[in-house]
């Protein structure tokens, strides 16, 4: 008698544990303007997604507060990525950017190693390289001419993969394309 006892509880115990609803948890960041000082973005969507393209429906969105702020909750474990988007108009980019950009092209600057951002602004045709293709067309979209074979979007922002097991603080960077030294604020 006590043998089957001791087997129910085993197994009643093995079941609950079994039963168990998944767990949720915070993804919470900040949103910064790709800068030295990592100045905040508020009023930008930042989205959730299992789509690696970001094009599948949104699974949970947040609006980023003054301070660049976002939060989620009820994220459940797994697999996520995360998007950050603007309706705001392309801006901030100038002549200085120009001269950045060509002194890094003539080796007399390294201003884009290791800012992985930073080298996708540069490249305004996406052909793989940094070149004077890129400056001539920053040239045109300085000037607000036309500049065709520029292929960036208006603004760019990093978009990690994320595994979520608990809770998580993400900070995530963007700036507009062809704002080669991150000076987008200061002007």
Not at 17 to 37: D, H, I, M, Q, W
Not at 58 to 87: K, R, W
Not at 89 to 115: C, F, K
Request: proline letters at 6%.
């Amino acid at each position: 008698m006590k043998k089957l006892s001791f087997l129910t509880v085993l197994l009643a115990v093995l079941l609950a544990g079994c039963s168990k609803a998944p767990s949720a948890f915070e993804v919470s960041g900040r949103l910064l303007y790709n800068t030295v000082t990592d100045i905040p973005l508020a009023g930008y969507q930042v989205t959730i997604s299992t789509d690696p393209y970001g094009i599948s429906p949104t699974l949970y969105s947040a609006v980023t507060d003054a301070n660049g702020l976002y939060q989620f909750t009820g994220i459940p474990e797994g697999t996520y990525f995360i998007y950050a988007e603007t309706h705001n108009a392309w801006a901030g980019v100038h002549p200085n950017d120009v001269t950045h950009l060509q002194r890094y092209i003539e080796n007399l600057s390294n201003d884009l190693t290791g800012n992985p951002l930073r080298i996708k602004s540069a490249d305004g045709n996406l052909d793989g390289l940094i070149n004077q293709t890129d400056v001539e067309l920053l040239k045109l979209r300085i000037a607000r001419l036309p500049a065709p074979g520029w292929a960036l979007p208006d603004w760019l922002f990093e978009n990690p993969q994320i595994a979520v097991t608990g809770n998580i603080y993400v900070v995530l960077r963007g700036m507009c394309s062809g704002d080669y030294n991150g000076s987008y604020l200061n002007y």
